[in-house]
């Protein structure tokens, strides 16, 4: 019976290194590549989110690709998988929200109404590489986790 838990143990444990995971393969895919690439919209780039994206390409070993465009095109190359980021400004109430997964606030503008909010935008279910840029992304911020 020991034998069988321990058993069950190790399994568990080599299972637990496949998790999280990225259905799509965001992680893996920069890892090959060692391309990180970058939608940016929105100008001026908030400074944090700048940091953020030296600190995810000096983690992962990655040269920068960055393209500037209108947020709805962006999002498109995101669940498409030829971006693996989008930096932009989002105000509190952003229906584009919906379509992708935001990380925490970079920096904040304004108040109210007139809120904006700089954030990283990741593509929904990439669940490790979520995790990386939430990560660096309360890092860079000085947010606590």
């Known amino acids: 019976m020991k034998k069988r838990i321990a ?9 637990c290194d496949a998790l999280p995971r990225d259905p799509d393969r965001t ?7 060692r391309i990180l690439h970058i939608g940016i919209n929105g100008e001026p ?5 700048q940091s953020l994206v030296a600190e995810l390409a000096g983690h992962n070993g990655a040269r920068i690709s ?19 980021l989008i930096l932009a ?20 503008e304004g108040a109210g ?3 904006i909010e700089w954030r990283a935008l990741m593509k ?15 890092q860079v911020s000085g ?3």
């Open 7 to 15: 058993g069950l143990l190790l399994l568990s444990l080599a299972a």
């Open 89 to 108: 400004p989002m105000a509190k109430d952003s229906p584009w929200k919906k379509l992708v997964a935001p990380g925490p606030a970079l920096s904040i």
């Open 113 to 115: 109404k007139q809120r």
């Open 124 to 138: 929904n279910g990439e669940n490790r590489w979520i995790m990386q840029v939430e990560r660096l992304s309360r």
């Open 66 to 84: 960055i393209r500037r465009a209108a947020l709805e095109p962006l999002i498109v190359d995101l669940n498409a998988g030829r971006l693996d």
């Open 143 to 145: 947010a606590r986790s």
């Open 45 to 49: 780039v908030a400074p944090q989110a």
């Open 27 to 33: 992680s893996d895919r920069l890892r090959q590549s």
